[in-house]
């Protein structure tokens, strides 16, 4: 069977990789565990002998018949595009209080599945993603770094997320051009932060990020006036990228304020 680029179709090959993957998920027998592209079930392989149930989403049809065929009854197959899949219904249905969510995400389609995995954030206990190295430096990156943005706030507001290890091309086949990193997704931690209204929040965050070159009075302008600024304690010359999640927050509860 050929492998579908389109798709982000690069087969994870080193068993050692695939071993330390599922060894992060840290599953308990009676854990659902949803799997993000099975591709042909190299991680799944090992998470049926993990959990009693798993589910695995997969677009590729001709892939689920052939993880149909390889895994029989033990693995639940929905053939949908994930990002059709409502993700906190699916797992409705499966009647578990743990989830975990496993995943060698399409690098196609990554930033949205992150959004949508962590727009989903009360039903799971942690993801293990596989992101490509860049996507996974953008989602931890500290305020003041030039890749902190819109992709490091959302992650950050929404769980603990810590890089694990990374994976080379020639872990898999065929390899992809970029490295990879492996994360965890801490969805149980608590989170460092208090935010009154997330909608508010990444609506002025995208705002600014919009801009990142320019200082924030300006790439808010519209939006934000000296006043507020002045109230949330952020200096108006500041760039977008140096402000800390705490710093954007307060913006927000002085808008809410007016
Ligand atoms: N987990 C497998 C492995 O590690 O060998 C495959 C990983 S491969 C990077 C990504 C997988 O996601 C492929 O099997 C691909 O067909 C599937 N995929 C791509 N887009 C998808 C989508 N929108 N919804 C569900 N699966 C998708």
Redesign the pocket.
Known sequence: MKT?TR??????TDGASIERIVEAAQIDKEDLVV??????G??TGLLIEQSDRVVA????RD?CDLLSNRFGSRLKIVS????RVNLPALVGIEKREKVVLV?????H?TGALIRQITDARRVWKRAVI?VQREVGQRMIAPPGSKIYGVLSIVTQVRCVAKRLFDLPPAHFYPPPKVHSSVLVLDFEANSAYDIADERRLFGVVRAAFQQRRKMVRNALAGLVDDEILIEANIDGRARPETISIDGFERICRALAMR
């Open positions: 579908k798709l982000g179709q690069h087969f994870l799997e993000i592209g099975p591709g042909r190299a991680l989403i997969e677009v590729d892939l949908d595009d994930v990002r995943g060698n995400l399409p690098y389609i596989t």
